[in-house]
Every structure is written in structure tokens, then in C-alpha cells.
């Protein structure tokens, strides 16, 4: 994938917005919706795009992470703590959560960047 001169300033700008914090990650596998809450979330490269994000390999969902075609980023505002508690705790995360589907079926949720 190849990005317009464009595109690499606005995920340039995007990224930069983001010097330390948390995100949520999203995804969709086999139509189970999964989410994480991530710290440790990086910037890789904008040509091509590429950002990392670490999994525990002890975690009981990594299979799934592992199949998923693609990922929604979502980093949280201080505002945001209790996004942030909800997907940092196993059990049934999505209850009630507003949510939009974006690429490859993951889950985009409103009022997060």
C-alpha cells in the first residue's frame, strides 16, 4: 500500500499527536469483535504505513489478534479512563459500547481519535 504525498503528512500529523499515552486496538476475527488497551504502541514507518503494537504471548487471545487482516487505532483522550479500564479487563467489552465497523470489520468507535 502506497500513500499519496497527502496521506504521509496527515498520518504524520496524526502520529504526532501521540508522544506517549493510551490506545485502544481494535479488530474483528471470524465476526468476534476484539479489543485491547495498549501502551505500548509505536510508529514504525509512513512509507509504507506501519505502526507496532506488543500482545503479551501469554494472552489467551493472541491466536485471534494474530489472524486479524487488519486493526482500528484508537487513541484515548484523559477524559477517557473508563474506555481505557473497560478493554484492559477481561470479559465482555463490548456491552453497550457504541460502534461503527470500519476496514477489514474492525470495530471504530465514536469520540475517539
Not at 504502541?41 to 487488519?70: C, H, M, V, Y
Not at 487513541?75 to 453497550?96: E, I, Y
Amino acid at each position: 500500500m502506497s500513500l499519496s504525498v497527502e496521506e504521509q503528512k496527515a498520518l504524520r500529523g496524526t502520529l504526532g499527536h501521540f508522544p506517549t499515552g493510551v490506545c485502544l486496538i481494535t479488530c474483528a476475527v471470524d465476526g468476534e469483535k476484539l479489543g485491547m488497551t495498549m501502551t505500548s504502541f509505536n510508529s514504525l514507518s509512513l512509507t509504507p504505513p506501519l505502526i507496532l503494537f506488543s500482545i503479551d504471548k501469554r494472552a489467551r487471545g493472541l491466536p485471534q489478534w494474530e489472524r486479524a487482516a487488519g486493526y482500528a487505532v484508537h487513541v484515548l483522550s484523559a477524559t477517557q479512563q473508563d474506555l481505557s479500564n473497560r478493554f484492559a479487563r477481561p470479559g465482555d467489552k463490548w456491552a453497550g459500547v457504541p460502534h461503527d465497523t470500519g476496514l477489514h470489520g474492525a470495530p471504530i468507535l465514536p469520540g475517539v481519535s
